[in-house]
Structure formats: structure tokens, C-alpha cells
């Protein structure tokens, strides 16, 4: 049996919305995550964003799995679908850099102290702003440590070898003592 058996998902969903002017944001009133996100219970206990609730019933389902809704108004509690639109996370965070709203937008050089600008800045899948030089001494440090792995894994196999051969013997001679004293 349904918690609200006479009103439909919409009926609920735009209950919980202040809905303004067409341009305006429409924030929502219901539950919110921690960073502002609204939250609908669809059935039972299944929930889902307001923001993909607000494209689906506005006439613009979900195109895959891996897009999001994501906010040209950059208000996380707006669910005017005039204000949303499907995108990846890799889209939403490229949008998120331009604007000037990431986290990183504001860095200037890396942990090494390298300048990130022009040609020394490159995105990750997604979004983030890596500095390439960083990435080439990363890459050369690799391919050593991957040069290296076989001759670790033969001193490491040796070793172990040595130790079961020692750990056989010290068997052996218990065995051959406890033979002798019977």
C-alpha cells in the first residue's frame, strides 16, 4: 500500500517547490542533502533528486545512466527545469571550472610548484585541472617501478625459497630426533 495512495509523484513533487517567475530560481522545500539538494520519496523507499524528477516531468527523461542533472544557475536547491540540463560529470565539471566554481579554479600551481597555465594544464576524465609536467614525472616513475617489479619479485620468491627450504630442514631434524628417541 502506497504512503500517499490518492497523489501522483508530480502532485507531491510540486507541492514541495516555491514556484516563481519564469527566470527566477524555483527552490526547493522539501528534505535537502547536506549540500543543498532536494530529495523526493518516489515508492516506498526508493528516493530520487528533485533536479532529475523536475527533467523527467517537465518532458526530458534521463538520456543514460551516466548524465546528470546540472544547474546553469549554479543553486543546488533550484529545481526550475528551465534552469537544468542533462549532462556527464565530466560536462557538469568543465561547466563548474568555467564559470570559476570549482574548488580548483582558483589554483594557480601545483603542490610542486609548478605554474598551472597554457600548455602545463591537462583534464582529467573528470574535469579536474592536472599539471602535466607532474603527470610526465609520474609517468617516468611508473614505468621504472614497473622495470623494477620483476626483480623485487624474484628476490622476494628467492627469499621465500630460502625460507621453506630452512623451514623444511628444521622438520626434517625434528622428525629424525623424534625417530631416535622412540
Known amino acids: 500500500m502506497s504512503r500517499w495512495p490518492d497523489r501522483t ?12 517567475g519564469q527566470d ?25 533528486v528533485a533536479t532529475r ?6 518532458g526530458r527523461p534521463r538520456p543514460s545512466d ?17 534552469h ?8 557538469n565539471m568543465r561547466d563548474s571550472v568555467k564559470k570559476g566554481h570549482h574548488a580548483q579554479a582558483s589554483r594557480t600551481h601545483c603542490f610542486r610548484g609548478h605554474a598551472l597555465t597554457g600548455d602545463n594544464i591537462m ?7 592536472l599539471c602535466r609536467q607532474c603527470n610526465r614525472i609520474r609517468g617516468r616513475w611508473q614505468r621504472e617501478r614497473r622495470r623494477q617489479l620483476p626483480e623485487d619479485a ?12 630452512a623451514i623444511q630442514e628444521t622438520l626434517a631434524d625434528a622428525r629424525a630426533r623424534e625417530a631416535s628417541n622412540a
Open 53 to 58: 524528477v523536475s527533467l523527467a516531468l517537465a
Open 84 to 91: 537544468l540540463w542533462w549532462g556527464t560529470r565530466h560536462d
Open 24 to 48: 527566477e530560481c524555483w527552490p526547493w522545500l522539501g528534505y535537502r542533502l547536506p549540500k543543498g539538494y532536494g530529495i523526493l520519496r518516489i515508492v516506498g523507499n526508493k528516493r530520487m
Open 154 to 165: 624474484a628476490r622476494v620468491n628467492d627469499a621465500a625459497a630460502a625460507k621453506g627450504k
Open 123 to 129: 583534464l582529467n576524465n573528470l574535469g579536474r585541472r
Open 66 to 82: 551516466q548524465h546528470e542533472a546540472c544547474h546553469s544557475c549554479d543553486n543546488p536547491p533550484c529545481v526550475n527545469p528551465a
Open 9 to 20: 509523484v508530480a502532485d507531491r513533487f510540486w507541492a514541495k517547490v516555491d514556484c516563481r
